[in-house]
């Protein structure tokens, strides 16, 4: 089961429903249950801390303001994210806020040994333990900004995907977008990616 | 191998488990036989692990309380906006009322003003010169004509007006009048006097005997050259002038029971005379006076009282309501 869905139990259209009536302990269940998952989307995204956080908080309003015209016609989990992604890359796209800094011009910030392990393991020379790419800083940083400079829907896209382990019908349906153009772009993201990665060794 | 978008949306779908079974079968048999679209496919897995493997990023500790106090903060500013509003919408609502009362008082004042120009006579300055004598207008009367005891009687009459008649007979048609007025034994016979060359006769009489001698004058109508009646006003001393005047105008105006009919009689016979005026032959005012057929047809004015000057007047008619008149009679040279 995806991720984007294990969370989704019985108990959540009722949750829904006591904070449409105002529940406040509804509410914070329902911020608890979310609140990670859509701070790590956001961050993943704008690729500022401090910037998510005002992100998701204002997330958060807007769900709990809003919750009272959720028609149900899209599950909460896509309504939820449709909320945060919007804001984010409305965010992006208003305040040039993302983090774009050039990796060409601080590639000598990245450390030697993360640049060379990158590039054996997308030249398919070497291995990568997914526990390994995780607890290496350096590494992160470098897919983090990689990240950072896609363009903005394809970031979601990848993002959305890779991170938040959405199928392509849910990503459709946060984005509101067909599914063949969810194919094609996140198709041309990880190209993008790819290439964007590939750079900093080059 | 070429990057084909169309064999990398594949791959990127077979990554992603998003396939049927029939396409998951053709990438793998693409991947058995082509060693490039595997090296593609290893590719594009291990960007997707290298996103995927970012290490989660958890909310800060507080963020459900930052929520929570946000939540807060925007209901006590909706609660202040409400506030706002309703203060707003108070004096919006004020507004509208005030707005709704100028309107109704504007309005009272506008139909006050229609209906006392409807109900109340037409009136210039008492002070003004103006004295045309032009049909239906109001002309301010001249002091000049009564003056001392006589006018302060007028004043007090029902009807109040007077007869301005030109003649070039002035001596025999003068002494008819004088003769006339005795014969029909107008026993408030204020008198006559001869100012700047006209006969001046000031009559305070009831109606019967007034139309008795506007009867006898009929005989010497014919002789006018001009016969204009001013019927006067109640306040302000102004008059409206009727010219052309015929004995049964100026019956059927004196005649009127009230004050506005009378004035809307005077009116009314100004009009037609205007229009008798437009027309050739003056068919109009003969054709209502019944002298001759018209082939027009405008309705007679309503009398509410006898269509002809009623003859000699029995004795209770000497009780009948007291009119005023003064008739005027002025000479004009034969050649005029």
Same mark, same amino acid.
């Given at each position: 089961?995806?991720?984007?869905?294990?969370?989704?139990?019985?108990?959540?259209?009722?949750?829904?429903?006591?904070?449409?009536?105002?529940?406040?302990?509804?509410?914070?269940?329902?911020?608890?249950?979310?609140? @990670? %998952?859509?701070?790590?989307?956001?961050?993943?995204?704008?690729?500022?801390?401090?910037?998510?956080?005002?992100?998701?908080?204002?997330?958060?309003?807007?769900?709990?303001?809003?919750?009272?015209?959720? @028609?149900? %016609?899209?599950?909460?989990?896509?309504?939820?994210?449709?909320?945060?992604?919007?804001?984010?890359? @409305?965010?992006?796209?208003?305040?040039?806020?993302?983090?774009?800094?050039?990796?060409?011009?601080?590639?000598?910030?990245? @450390?030697?040994?993360?640049?060379?392990?990158?590039?054996?393991?997308?030249?398919?020379?070497?291995?990568?333990?997914?526990?390994?790419?995780?607890?290496?800083?350096?590494?992160?940083?470098?897919?983090?900004?990689?990240?950072?400079?896609?363009?903005?829907?394809?970031?979601?896209?990848?993002?959305?995907?890779?991170?938040?382990?959405?199928?392509?019908?849910?990503?459709?349906?946060?984005?509101?977008?067909?599914?063949?153009?969810?194919?094609?772009?996140?198709?041309?993201?990880?190209?993008?990616?790819?290439?964007?990665?590939?750079?900093?060794?080059? | 191998?070429?990057? $084909?978008?169309?064999?990398?949306?594949?791959?990127?779908?077979?990554?992603?488990?998003?396939?049927?079974?029939?396409?998951?079968?053709?990438?793998?048999?693409?991947?058995?036989?082509?060693? /490039?679209?595997?090296?593609?496919?290893?590719?594009?897995?291990?960007?997707?692990?290298?996103?995927?493997?970012?290490?989660? *990023?958890?909310?800060? *500790?507080?963020?459900?309380?930052?929520?929570?106090?946000?939540?807060?903060?925007?209901?006590?500013?909706? *609660?202040? =906006?409400?506030?706002? $509003?309703?203060?707003?919408?108070?004096?919006?609502?004020?507004?509208?009322?005030?707005?709704?009362?100028?309107?109704?008082?504007?309005?009272? =004042?506008?139909?006050?003003?229609?209906?006392?120009?409807?109900? !109340?006579?037409?009136?210039? +300055?008492?002070?003004?010169?103006?004295?045309?004598?032009?049909?239906?207008?109001?002309?301010?009367?001249?002091?000049?004509?009564?003056?001392? *005891? =006589?006018?302060? /009687?007028?004043?007090?009459?029902?009807?109040?007006?007077?007869?301005?008649? #030109?003649?070039?007979?002035?001596?025999?048609?003068?002494?008819?009048?004088?003769?006339?007025?005795?014969?029909?034994?107008? +026993?408030?016979?204020?008198? $006559?006097?001869?100012?700047?060359?006209? +006969?001046?006769?000031?009559? &305070?009489?009831?109606?019967?005997?007034?139309?008795?001698?506007?009867?006898?004058?009929?005989?010497?109508?014919?002789?006018?050259? $001009?016969?204009?009646?001013?019927?006067?006003?109640?306040?302000?001393?102004?008059?409206?002038? &009727?010219?052309?005047?015929?004995?049964?105008?100026?019956?059927?105006?004196?005649?009127?029971?009230?004050?506005?009919?009378?004035? !809307?009689? !005077?009116?009314?016979?100004?009009?037609?005379?205007?229009?008798?005026?437009?027309?050739?032959?003056? /068919?109009?005012?003969?054709?209502?006076?019944? #002298?001759?057929?018209?082939?027009?047809?405008?309705?007679?004015?309503?009398?509410?009282?006898?269509?002809?000057?009623?003859? #000699?007047? +029995?004795?209770?008619?000497?009780?009948?309501? #007291?009119?005023?008149?003064?008739?005027?009679?002025?000479?004009?040279?034969?050649?005029?």
């Amino acid at each position: 089961m995806r991720s984007g869905t294990a969370n989704i139990n019985i108990d959540e259209t009722v949750l829904i429903e006591q904070c449409r009536r105002g529940d406040f302990t509804a509410m914070e269940r329902l911020i608890i249950r979310y609140q @990670n %998952r859509i701070y790590n989307v956001i961050l993943k995204m704008c690729a500022n801390p401090d910037d998510a956080e005002e992100l998701t908080q204002e997330t958060f309003v807007k769900i709990l303001e809003g919750i009272e015209n959720f @028609n149900g %016609r899209s599950s909460f989990y896509t309504w939820a994210f449709r909320i945060a992604v919007n804001l984010t890359i @409305n965010h992006c796209k208003r305040g040039q806020k993302l983090v774009t800094r050039s990796i060409d011009a601080e590639d000598s910030e990245y @450390n030697e040994q993360a640049k060379t392990q990158l590039k054996e393991f997308l030249q398919d020379d070497g291995s990568l333990e997914p526990s390994a790419v995780a607890q290496n800083r350096e590494l992160c940083r470098i897919i983090v900004d990689s990240l950072s400079k896609l363009d903005d829907t394809q970031r979601a896209v990848i993002v959305l995907r890779d991170i938040e382990d959405m199928s392509y019908a849910q990503i459709a349906d946060v984005l509101d977008i067909e599914l063949g153009t969810v194919k094609s772009r996140l198709s041309r993201a990880r190209s993008s990616l790819k290439e964007i990665l590939e750079a900093n060794f080059q | 191998m070429k990057e $084909s978008p169309n064999i990398d949306e594949m791959l990127n779908g077979f990554i992603d488990g998003e396939l049927t079974v029939r396409q998951q079968t053709e990438i793998q048999r693409l991947i058995r036989h082509d060693p /490039q679209v595997a090296q593609r496919l290893r590719q594009l897995q291990r960007c997707k692990m290298l996103v995927g493997t970012l290490p989660r *990023d958890e909310a800060p *500790d507080d963020m459900l309380e930052r929520i929570k106090a946000s939540l807060e903060r925007r209901t006590l500013l909706g *609660d202040e =906006a409400g506030g706002f $509003s309703r203060q707003k919408g108070a004096k919006h609502l004020l507004g509208r009322r005030l707005l709704a009362v100028a309107a109704i008082v504007g309005l009272v =004042a506008v139909l006050g003003t229609v209906i006392y120009s409807i109900v !109340a006579p037409e009136s210039v +300055s008492e002070k003004s010169n103006l004295y045309r004598r032009e049909p239906g207008q109001i002309v301010a009367r001249p002091e000049h004509i009564l003056t001392g *005891d =006589a006018g302060r /009687q007028v004043a007090a009459a029902a009807f109040r007006g007077r007869l301005e008649l #030109k003649t070039a007979d002035f001596t025999a048609v003068d002494a008819f009048i004088r003769r006339a007025i005795e014969n029909n034994g107008i +026993s408030e016979y204020l008198g $006559s006097a001869i100012q700047n060359n006209r +006969s001046v006769y000031a009559l &305070v009489c009831n109606r019967d005997r007034l139309n008795s001698l506007l009867s006898d004058m009929e005989n010497i109508w014919p002789r006018f050259s $001009s016969a204009t009646l001013f019927v006067e006003q109640d306040r302000l001393g102004e008059e409206i002038a &009727v010219t052309g005047a015929s004995p049964l105008r100026i019956v059927e105006v004196i005649g009127q029971n009230s004050y506005e009919e009378r004035i !809307a009689a !005077a009116k009314k016979i100004a009009a037609l005379n205007e229009v008798n005026a437009l027309l050739p032959g003056r /068919q109009v005012m003969a054709a209502i006076d019944g #002298k001759k057929p018209l082939s027009i047809t405008i309705p007679r004015p309503v009398l509410t009282s006898g269509e002809k000057p009623a003859g #000699k007047p +029995s004795g209770q008619a000497e009780l009948g309501e #007291k009119v005023q008149l003064i008739i005027i009679v002025a000479p004009i040279n034969r050649g005029q």
